[in-house]
């Protein structure tokens, strides 16, 4: 069975590119959120081998959605999603348990290679 | 053909044809014999003597001059590509193979073809294209095989050679100096320019392993000085590592022997190093003498430590922020003991370069997670070595093709300069300061103008028809003012010109800094070379010959002498070690020393070893003074060392020292104290060309001893003579003194007239202990100018040289070390 990937983003557009780019990978992308607080719902519901998280996200941003998860499941893999001025947000991220960050704008090749380094597949 | 001869008539032009033929038929002639000479060397394997070639030069010369007046354009053209390639032969910078061989010949029939056809036709025409091509292509080829085989006569090749080595000792100099001063970045822009030099020389003589390997230093160099990176240690053993690659392929093609078989792997490991800096264009290096001293450090507490370096893709954005993630995740499965560099500095700058980060943490048998923790996006490269006591790093993950462990370059570098001690380098060329061929010039001025006197006096002597008394007297004052004149100019030249055989002792100094650094690394013990006295100048071949004895009593210092840290610090010392290497002027001899701050030589040690050895017996040893004991480490075969290190202690001992010192009528002192340091004191003529020696007469023959040796003269009365062991011995202010008869030691025929009365005695010393030298007559003190003997005496012992007194007669020059060791 393939790895299942959870997406969760505000953006509609971003959900979608990042959808564009795991599937032909071989992976599933199982579910998406809008919120963080949908992403820890999704993740409960799911339980995915990843988790793609925005860090600026309305109603629980991605942080706080981090923490919970990686209370639900402390070797939970997650993908922070950043923009390059962000830093402070990312650090606090870091420090909380992310597995690794993607900055926005995206560069294609290098999200296919923290999802499948995230994965242990490459 | 003789559209430029318009002016000449034709019968002019037939006349000036016919004496050109005539007189060309002796130039071609001299061309075809001396060819066939050539063809006959060639053939034999045998050499072309020059006067061959130059013969041939000369007629290919003559023939396209007399050709270019009447203008017999092929023939010019044809004997100018002969006289080129000939002159190319003449200077040596090609050699006569078959190959140019073929196409000379094969131009001189093309020539003599053209001759011919001149004599039917008067003109010279025929198609010489073929022969000029060949020309060209021959001398293309010829060119960059020859360029292989150096000739060592080639006065460039001399001149890079001086040249060269000289930058070479510089470049040591100064990165020794900058490995103590890493923040001087102007010592990096000196090193750049001696390497450039280096580079630029080398390419010019087509040492092309020499400019290849300077042309990759110059690569580190310049990132250095562009980037402002401090190398670290890694990089400068590399770069000493090279530099020695390179005396040593400037050697080996002088001597005319192989390449050192590790040039490939010096060569390959430059490379990996450029290619570093290639691929990142400014990879930021981590300084690994910090991370070595941690992990000695953390070693020592008794830690099991992982070093791991991570390095991060040049063109990823926010590296600090990957650089947390790894320090994070590392931190969530083990200890991090240190990470370099440290977050603040990754933090302040965002770098548009390639950053190894190196992390050393707790080796907790996790390797597969620590795998997985840095396995993560814009980590292109990673290393997990284990980290163990001899600090041989193993490295157990995933190899980086780019970053080598420091312990390989270690050892590259150790083997070259290893086999450096075994060329010793003696180059005949010697560089004089400008100042001395200055004063030279001077006193040769000045000796053109006593000529002048000399002359005039001669008139006046010539016009002095009436032997006047008082004129004659007059003349004689000026003759006699003039001769001390010339004596004095004499005695001026003879000093100028000994002075520019005078170079400073600074250069073999410098070397042994480099020579210290080596060893304590080797060693792991921290010694300082503290020089005193390095413009103190002496005689360029005692300089050359001192190289090898001070390198032994270097090592032996550094590696018997100084003990290490722990001890140390034990016996209340500062940590590093010091040796000191100075040089003055006494007198007529220079004084070196080589004195360390060591644990000493505790003759008690010594006495029982020689014992133990069978040197001596229990009995003997009993009446020897303590300085005798230690003159005992002199003797061949003897060492107190306890353990053989790779440095010292494998019988290459201070009797090899001593006979080396000796050998430039040099003498050893030693002088120690347990627990505070050894000093060796070599007394060394200022040079061996003049010597101030005491001149006796033995059986009617005059014999100069060295005044260096020479410590008193005695006259002593028979009565005073014992007979001790059937040898004659005299006392002397307590001590017996044994006397020796010349004509034991030489063979030389013994006087009729046995010396019956008071004995003439000179007392000579080695140093170590004095004899009485018996002798007929004493005649006193001079300077004497020594002719070496030639190889046939070499076999008879007791003597150096010889000289020439003032009236003419030969004195032969003792050699009174060999004379101590005879009886």
């Known amino acids: 069975m393939s790895k299942q990937i959870l997406i969760a983003d505000d953006a509609p557009i971003i959900r979608l590119m990042l959808k564009d780019l795991i599937t032909p990978l071989g992976y599933q992308v199982i579910a998406e959120a809008s919120n963080g607080e949908e992403a820890v719902e999704k993740y409960k519901e799911f339980k995915p081998d990843l988790?793609?998280?925005?860090?600026?996200?309305?109603?629980?941003?991605?942080?706080?959605?981090?923490?919970?998860?990686?209370?639900?499941?402390?070797?939970?893999?997650?993908?922070?999603?950043?923009?390059?001025?962000?830093?402070?947000?990312?650090?606090?991220?870091?420090?909380?348990?992310?597995?690794?960050?993607?900055?926005?704008?995206?560069?294609?090749?290098?999200v296919r290679s923290v999802i499948r380094k995230a994965l242990g597949d490459l | 053909?003789?559209?430029?001869?318009?002016?000449?008539?034709?019968?002019?032009?037939?006349?000036?044809?016919?004496?050109?033929?005539?007189?060309?038929?002796?130039?071609?002639?001299?061309?075809?014999?001396?060819?066939?000479?050539?063809?006959?060397?060639?053939?034999?394997?045998?050499?072309?003597?020059?006067?061959?070639?130059?013969?041939?030069?000369?007629?290919?010369?003559?023939?396209?001059?007399?050709?270019?007046?009447?203008?017999?354009?092929?023939?010019?053209?044809?004997?100018?590509?002969?006289?080129?390639?000939?002159?190319?032969?003449?200077?040596?910078?090609?050699?006569m193979e078959e190959k140019i061989f073929n196409v000379l010949f094969k131009a001189f029939d093309k020539l003599e073809a053209l001759f011919e056809r001149l004599k039917e036709t008067s003109f010279d025409d025929g198609d010489i294209e073929q022969e000029i091509v060949s020309f060209k292509n021959v001398l293309a080829f010829v060119t960059e095989s020859s360029s292989n085989s150096k000739n060592k006569n080639d006065k460039y090749w001399q001149q890079y050679l001086v040249e060269t080595i000289q930058n070479i000792d510089d470049f040591n100099k100064e990165l020794l100096n900058y490995e103590k001063n890493k923040d001087k970045i102007d010592i990096i822009d000196t090193l750049f320019r001696i390497t450039h030099?280096?580079?630029?020389?080398?390419?010019?003589?087509?040492?092309?392993?020499?400019?290849?390997?300077?042309?990759?230093?110059?690569?580190?160099?310049?990132?250095?000085?562009?980037?402002?990176?401090?190398?670290?240690?890694?990089?400068?053993?590399?770069?000493?590592?090279?530099?020695?690659?390179?005396?040593?392929?400037?050697?080996?093609?002088?001597?005319?022997?192989?390449?050192?078989?590790?040039?490939?792997?010096?060569l390959d490991n430059l490379n990996r190093l450029n290619s570093i800096?290639?691929?990142?264009?400014?990879?930021?290096?981590?300084?690994?003498?910090?991370?070595?001293?941690?992990?000695?450090?953390?070693?020592?507490?008794?830690?099991?430590?992982?070093?791991?370096?991570?390095?991060?893709?040049?063109?990823?954005?926010?590296?600090?922020?990957?650089?947390?993630?790894?320090?994070?995740?590392?931190?969530?499965?083990?200890?991090?003991?240190?990470?370099?560099?440290?977050?603040?500095?990754?933090?302040?700058?965002?770098?548009?370069?390639?950053?190894?980060?190196?992390?050393?943490?707790?080796?907790?048998?996790?390797?597969?997670?620590?795998?997985?923790?840095?396995?993560?996006?814009?980590?292109?490269?990673?290393?997990?070595?284990?980290?163990?006591?001899?600090?041989?790093?193993?490295?157990?993950?995933?190899?980086?093709?780019?970053?080598?462990?420091?312990?390989?370059?270690?050892?590259?570098?150790?083997?070259?300069?290893?086999?450096?001690?075994?060329?010793?380098?003696?180059?005949?060329?010697?560089?004089?300061?400008?100042?001395?061929?200055?004063?030279?010039?001077?006193?040769?001025?000045?000796?053109?103008?006593?000529?002048?006197?000399?002359?005039?006096?001669?008139?006046?002597?010539?016009?002095?028809?009436?032997?006047?008394?008082?004129?004659?007297?007059?003349?004689?004052?000026?003759?006699d003012e003039t001769t001390s004149s010339l004596g004095k100019m004499a005695s001026e030249i003879q000093t100028s010109v000994m002075q520019t055989r005078m170079i400073p002792i600074e250069g073999i100094f410098n070397r042994f800094k480099r020579t210290v650094r080596d060893i304590s690394h080797e060693l792991g013990k921290n010694i300082e070379l503290v020089t005193r006295g390095e413009d103190t100048e002496l005689d360029k071949k005692i300089v050359d010959s001192l190289s090898e004895p001070l390198t032994h009593m270097i090592r032996n210092a550094a590696d018997h002498g100084i003990e290490d840290q722990e001890e140390r610090k034990r016996a209340g010392k500062a940590e590093q070690g010091t040796i000191y290497l100075s040089a003055s002027h006494r007198g007529n001899s220079i004084c070196i020393e080589v004195a360390d701050d060591g644990k000493g030589i505790d003759h008690n040690k010594v006495l029982k070893s020689a014992i133990e050895k069978g040197i001596l017996t229990e009995e003997k040893a009993q009446t020897m003074s303590k300085q005798d004991i230690l003159n005992l480490i002199f003797l061949p075969g003897f060492s107190t060392a306890a353990k053989v290190t790779g440095i010292s202690g494998r019988g290459v001992g201070m009797d090899v020292v001593k006979n080396m010192i000796n050998s430039v009528n040099g003498i050893v002192e030693i002088n120690t104290e347990v627990g505070s340091g050894t000093s060796f004191l070599l007394k060394i003529p200022l040079t061996l060309a003049i010597i101030q020696a005491l001149n006796v007469?033995?059986?009617?023959?005059?014999?100069?001893?060295?005044?260096?040796?020479?410590?008193?003269?005695?006259?002593?009365?028979?009565?005073?003579?014992?007979?001790?062991?059937?040898?004659?011995?005299?006392?002397?202010?307590?001590?017996?003194?044994?006397?020796?008869?010349?004509?034991?030691v030489i063979k030389v025929q013994s006087d009729e007239n046995k010396r019956m009365g008071i004995k003439n005695i000179v007392v000579i010393t080695n140093g170590q202990k004095q004899v009485g030298l018996v002798i007929d007559d004493l005649i006193g003190k001079d300077e004497m100018v020594i002719k070496s003997l030639s190889e046939h005496f070499s076999h008879v012992k007791g003597i150096t040289g010889a000289s020439i007194l003032g009236d003419g007669r030969v004195a032969l020059i003792l050699d009174p070390l060999a004379i101590m060791r005879e009886i």
């Open chain 1, 51 to 110: 988790v793609t998280l925005d860090i600026i996200m309305p109603q629980k941003n991605g942080i706080q959605a981090l923490a919970e998860i990686l209370a639900i499941n402390p070797k939970a893999k997650v993908i922070m999603i950043t923009a390059i001025d962000q830093k402070e947000y990312l650090t606090n991220a870091i420090k909380t348990g992310a597995s690794d960050y993607i900055v926005k704008p995206f560069e294609e090749e290098r």
């Open chain 2, 1 to 95: 053909m003789e559209g430029n001869n318009n002016s000449m008539s034709e019968s002019d032009r037939r006349e000036m044809l016919s004496d050109f033929l005539i007189d060309c038929e002796v130039l071609l002639k001299t061309l075809n014999d001396k060819l066939l000479v050539c063809e006959k060397a060639i053939s034999s394997k045998g050499t072309i003597a020059d006067v061959d070639i130059d013969a041939m030069f000369r007629a290919a010369h003559s023939i396209k001059g007399a050709a270019s007046f009447i203008g017999l354009e092929n023939i010019v053209k044809l004997t100018h590509e002969m006289e080129n390639i000939l002159q190319k032969i003449k200077n040596k910078q090609i050699l």
């Open chain 2, 197 to 266: 030099t280096i580079k630029g020389s080398s390419g010019l003589l087509k040492v092309s392993n020499a400019h290849k390997v300077a042309h990759n230093m110059e690569n580190i160099l310049n990132y250095a000085r562009s980037s402002g990176q401090q190398l670290d240690n890694y990089w400068i053993s590399a770069l000493f590592g090279a530099i020695d690659l390179i005396k040593e392929i400037v050697m080996s093609q002088n001597d005319n022997r192989p390449l050192p078989d590790n040039i490939n792997k010096v």
């Open chain 2, 277 to 479: 800096i290639e691929n990142s264009n400014s990879a930021i290096v981590v300084s690994n003498d910090q991370v070595e001293e941690k992990i000695k450090q953390l070693i020592t507490q008794g830690n099991n430590i992982l070093k791991i370096s991570v390095q991060l893709e040049s063109d990823l954005s926010m590296k600090s922020m990957k650089a947390l993630l790894l320090q994070e995740k590392l931190a969530r499965i083990t200890n991090i003991h240190l990470m370099l560099p440290s977050m603040e500095v990754l933090e302040k700058e965002d770098f548009k370069k390639d950053v190894t980060i190196i992390f050393l943490i707790d080796d907790k048998n996790n390797q597969t997670d620590i795998k997985e923790a840095i396995n993560i996006d814009g980590v292109t490269q990673f290393n997990i070595e284990k980290q163990s006591i001899n600090n041989s790093a193993t490295a157990t993950a995933t190899a980086t093709p780019t970053t080598p462990p420091a312990s390989n370059s270690n050892s590259n570098s150790n083997s070259i300069s290893n086999s450096n001690q075994h060329n010793h380098l003696e180059i005949s060329t010697i560089k004089v300061d400008s100042n001395k061929i200055d004063t030279l010039l001077n006193l040769s001025g000045e000796l053109v103008i006593l000529r002048a006197k000399f002359s005039q006096i001669l008139h006046r002597l010539r016009q002095e028809k009436n032997f006047d008394y008082k004129n004659i007297n007059s003349i004689i004052n000026i003759f």
């Open chain 2, 697 to 744: 007469i033995v059986a009617k023959e005059v014999y100069s001893i060295p005044i260096e040796s020479v410590v008193e003269i005695l006259k002593v009365h028979p009565f005073d003579i014992y007979s001790v062991d059937g040898n004659e011995t005299v006392k002397l202010r307590g001590h017996a003194l044994s006397l020796i008869e010349l004509e034991n």
